[in-house]
């Protein structure tokens, strides 16, 4: 186990990160509070689509490449997030499934595929502030299940809290998903979603920044147990006919931080569906 100034060096690095990150978008746009007052549908559906706690019934997903040192070491992560909001008059409650399917090396070019274990969270949301672009806040539990088929290595059962907030300032949203999951083996990994993106008009319903994930492995065997993504996603939203929206992402991200046995660089892109 990690002792506490282990622990607080990990804290430290994942501040510091969100800090670093956020000033840079900070620096790169200019933050306007009226501008927001301009987006259009697509940008609306684009500002949805970023949004953890926004009342939708969506398939998202989230996939992840990682590549290096080698050309035999490419791991992969596809993620199916259905996601279901019951709304109340004083709070929603938000529904959200995670179920990954994995490829991991197994030798030289072989990749061994499988699903990983599933992860259902639940979100507390209450209706506090209905002012465009207030902060809000949702928080609730984290269960995993046993469902992984290839031995990948996972929490098989497990729970833990996990925190969301989200918030715009003009034509910038930013917020996170931030959780501890507790599971059999003595795993236990913090995580935080970082988002900050930044809509533009270039392209109705377009937008860049910061959507990744940052890992901690509390009981890692490495002696780097922080794993930290550098880099850029871009997106756009489109609607469909029916009021639908279908929202794409693609974004690049150098691992600054990671264990010895991890990949240099991933790719990240998504594909995902709100009904109308």
Known sequence: ????????????????????????????????????????????AARKAQDPLAPITALLTDNAIGFGPTEDNANYNFQLQPVHTFEGADANVIVRGIVPIVGAPNGIS??????????????????????PGAFSVGFGP???????????????????????????????????????LWGQED?????????????????????????????????????????????????KAFILGDGAVIDTQLGAYSLADRPSEGNDWQLKFALSFILP
Not at 2 to 31: D, H, M, Q
Not at 149 to 175: C, Q, R
């Open 187 to 235: 795993f236990s990994l913090s995580t935080i979603n970082l988002i900050l993106l930044y809509n533009t008009n270039v392209f109705g319903g377009s937008y860049f920044g910061y959507n990744n994930n940052i890992f901690y492995d509390w009981n890692a065997w490495s002696n780097n147990r922080l794993t930290l993504p550098l880099g850029l996603t871009a997106g």
């Open 110 to 131: 072989d990749t061994n595929w499988g699903l990983g274990d599933s992860i259902v969270q639940v979100f507390y949301k209450p209706n506090l502030n209905s002012d």
């Open 142 to 180: 984290q269960v995993s299940f046993p469902t992984q088929t290839n031995m990948v290595g996972g929490p098989e059962w497990g729970a833990g809290p996990v925190l969301v907030g989200f918030g715009s300032v003009g034509d910038l949203n930013y917020g996170g998903v931030v959780g501890h």
């Open 1 to 44: 186990m990690p002792n506490l100034s282990e622990a607080l060096v990990a804290w430290t690095g994942f501040l510091k990160t969100s800090a670093v990150v956020g000033c840079f978008l900070l620096a790169i746009v200019r933050v306007d509070p009226l501008h927001a007052e301009d987006c259009d549908a697509q940008c609306q």
